[in-house]
Structures are given as structure tokens and as C-alpha cells.
């Protein structure tokens, strides 16, 4: 995508990037998002609960002794990014980034700062495309995949319509035992019309939408040992207290999480 159809194109990436309150969007992504918060008022509370839940998840795998990431679906960069958090518990963490937004492609060296123990890359590729993901010498000269891998896939199977199961499950079929799989998407189970409409606002502008019940949520793990807690709303997901959600918030959950291992 061009610089002057991304202007007037809206993108996910830059609406997540507008929802968090950051700055690297356009007028177009703007637009579409303020149509969003006309029918999804507490969306901004869902991506900071979200990014949250990134936070909390990359720690947990990083105590557990993951000491390599995929993160597809990065999205424009935030404070802190994923390698930060791994690298801060274990210096020696190695990340890669996936994402097809030529925005997220400017901000890449944000994302490749690392510790002189560790390393990260960015790749610019398809997440429908897991094949040439994991072939890519940005991927095979910093990950080893024949050890464990924390695969992280946050905000971004909404927006994947066919096929979510098949993309996963390619991926973690490339991974060692012991890997984890790290997931939130979005449901329609708790509030139907809302999330409906949502979904054909991003559909009317050229983008892809598909939120899942949880029972479609859970095919994604199928063959894992879940997590405790299991799949629940993704701030109800080992809460540490530090990110603050309104009591209200329950009764307008958007996604459910999870974090499942690889036997």
C-alpha cells in the first residue's frame, strides 16, 4: 500500500494506535475509529486491556523459561514493547515482529533496540501466510525452532474472516514442545449487536472483521494444555492490579484470551 492510499485507506493497526491514544494515524483511521466508539464507547478500555494482557502474558512466558518470541501482528509500537518486557526479566530474549502495515514498517527500529545479549528483527509479511513466515531469514537467523518458542497473536485473528484455526495451528506444527500459544480476540458472546455492527463498519471499509464464540475461541488451542485461568476475558487473565478497569467493564467485555502450552 502506498503512502497516499494508506491516507485514505483506514488501516487496523493505525485504529488500534488511535484507541490507545497515539498519534501515528491518518485522518481516514480517525474517522473509522470515532464510528466505532459511536456503538463501542469502551473500545479504548479494551485496547489498553489488551496491551495489558500482552504485558502480563510476555512476563509469565519469560518466567517460564521462554527465551524466544513471535509476535504477529505487532501493530505500531507502544511503551513498552514485548522485547522489552522479555529482555528486562532475561536480557538474552530473541523476538521477532510480524506485520503488513508499511506504518509499522517506519517505527521498526523501535522495535529491533535490543539488549546486547539478545536480539530482535522485524519482517514485513501476512499473517495468512504462515509458510513464508516461517521460511524468512529475518525469522530462521534469529529464532531456533527447534527449541521453544512463545508465539503471540494479540488484536489480530479478528481480523482474519477463514481459516484462523489453520494459520495457528501451521505455526505451532513448526514449533518445539514446550512452546506457548498466546491469544485475544474478539467475541461477540456478550454483547451480539454491538460487536455486529462494529464488524461491518470495519467490513464497509475494506477491512477484514470475524469475531468467535468462545467454543471457535477454544478450537484455536485444541491439542495444548490451556493455562489457568483458562479462556476468560483478558483482563480478568492473572490481573496483577497495576492496569486500572472500571468496575463497569465486565459488562461490556469484547474478547476472551488465553495461554495455552505446547506438550
Not at 472483521?209 to 475461541?217: H, K, L, M, N
Not at 495444548?224 to 478497569?245: A, M, N, S
Request: glycine share 6%; with cysteine; net charge negative.
Amino acid at each position: 500500500m502506498g503512502v497516499e492510499s494508506a491516507q485514505t485507506q483506514p488501516h487496523s493497526a493505525r485504529m488500534y494506535d488511535y484507541f490507545l491514544g497515539g498519534k501515528d494515524n491518518y485522518a481516514a483511521d480517525r474517522l473509522a475509529a470515532e464510528e466505532v466508539l459511536k456503538v463501542w464507547p469502551t473500545i479504548k478500555v479494551a485496547a489498553t486491556v489488551n496491551r495489558a494482557f500482552m504485558r502480563r502474558s510476555t512476563r509469565f512466558l519469560a518466567d517460564a523459561g521462554i527465551r524466544q518470541f513471535l509476535d504477529i501482528g505487532t501493530g505500531i509500537p507502544t511503551e513498552p514493547n514485548l522485547h522489552q518486557i522479555a529482555q528486562e526479566i532475561t536480557p538474552e530474549s530473541r523476538v521477532v515482529y510480524v506485520d503488513h502495515d508499511p506504518i509499522v514498517l517506519a517505527h521498526a527500529r523501535a522495535l529491533m533496540t535490543t539488549t546486547p545479549e539478545g536480539a530482535t528483527a522485524y519482517l514485513e509479511a501476512d499473517a495468512t501466510d504462515p509458510e513464508s513466515i516461517l521460511a524468512s531469514p529475518e525469522l530462521t537467523e534469529i529464532l531456533d525452532l527447534s527449541e521453544p518458542v512463545g508465539l503471540s497473536l494479540i488484536a489480530l485473528l479478528h481480523f482474519i474472516e477463514t481459516g484462523a484455526e489453520e494459520i495457528v495451528h501451521t505455526f505451532l506444527d513448526a514449533l518445539a514442545p514446550g512452546s506457548y500459544l498466546v491469544i485475544c480476540a474478539a467475541t461477540a458472546d456478550f454483547d451480539p449487536a454491538q460487536i455486529a455492527t462494529v464488524r461491518e463498519i470495519y467490513r464497509a471499509r475494506g477491512i477484514t472483521a470475524q469475531d468467535r464464540t468462545r467454543e471457535e475461541f477454544a478450537t484455536l488451542f485444541q491439542g495444548l494444555d490451556l493455562v489457568d485461568p483458562g479462556i476468560v476475558p483478558p483482563h480478568r487473565w492473572r490481573p496483577d492490579g497495576i492496569t486500572e478497569v472500571p468496575d463497569s467493564y465486565d459488562a461490556s467485555v469484547s474478547c476472551y484470551a488465553g495461554v495455552a502450552r505446547k506438550k
